[in-house]
T-cell receptor, first 109, second 110 residues
Framework: RKEVEQDPGPFNVPEGATVAFNCTYS??????FFWYRQDCRKEPKLLMS???SGNEDGRFTAQLNRASQYISLLIRDSKLSDSATYLC??????????FGTGTRLQVFP | NAGVTQTPKFRILKIGQSMTLQCTQD?????MYWYRQDPGMGLKLIYY???????DKGEVPNGYNVSRSTTEDFPLRLELAAPSQTSVYFC?????????FGPGTRLTVL
């Protein structure tokens, strides 16, 4: 089983839609969770950290479910500029970050 | 603050050539990392460093070497380039939590 698994997509959604991504992780001892955004041919950038209590930043909400070992990202009122690849990131047993392969989102007019 | 800078942006190498990818950060971070990203794939950790003078292997270190003589610089060396090393290379640094990435180096080995 991969340490971090994501549905590669693509998710094609119209502007204004709500879209959700899930990511599962295998290390039950992981303590740090993040969502990064990567635009085409660019470097990854931190979108948000994921806390046990959840985290909301404007239209973006991240949740952690430790029992089922998954994290989620919800994007409300999608914009064209949200089109990107979203990387799920979890710290490993050696405390290094493990990056998922990413979920591609395409928002269309 | 320039953040993390990488040079060159692009490079084409012939099989067997060598080169050094440069990485510099101005955030005084102790942790630095080198990743490679193949098309449609996730980031794979090549080497990392927890401070000047200390380096360690990541998931895919074969064919690469690193050094960390200063806090700011973390160069990645390819000694005998192979087509399998065609990839995009990202350098990153971190303090407590978030990793900041450089813009990447696109390397093609022919």
């Amino acid at each position: 089983r991969k340490e971090v698994e994501q549905d590669p997509g693509p998710f094609n959604v119209p502007e204004g839609a709500t879209v959700a991504f899930n990511c599962t992780y295998s290390n039950s001892a992981s303590q740090s969770f993040f969502w990064y955004r990567q635009d085409c041919r660019k470097e990854p950038k931190l979108l948000m950290s994921v806390y046990s209590s959840g985290n909301e930043d404007g239209r973006f909400t991240a949740q952690l479910n430790r029992a089922s070992q998954y994290i989620s990202l919800l994007i409300r009122d999608s914009k064209l500029s949200d089109s990107a690849t979203y990387l799920c990131v979890v710290n490993s047993h050696t405390d290094k970050l493990i990056f998922g392969t990413g979920t591609r989102l395409q928002v269309f007019p | 603050n320039a953040g993390v800078t990488q040079t060159p942006k692009f490079r084409i190498l012939k099989i067997g050539q060598s080169m050094t990818l440069q990485c510099t950060q101005d955030m005084n971070h102790n942790y630095m990392y080198w990743y490679r990203q193949d098309p449609g794939m996730g980031l794979k950790l090549i080497y990392y460093s927890v401070g000047a003078g200390i380096t360690d292997k990541g998931e895919v270190p074969n064919g690469y070497n690193v050094s960390r003589s200063t806090t700011e610089d973390f160069p990645l060396r390819l000694e005998l380039a192979a087509p399998s090393q065609t990839s995009v290379y990202f350098c990153a640094s971190s303090g407590v939590d978030e990793q900041f990435f450089g813009p990447g180096t696109r390397l093609t080995v022919l």
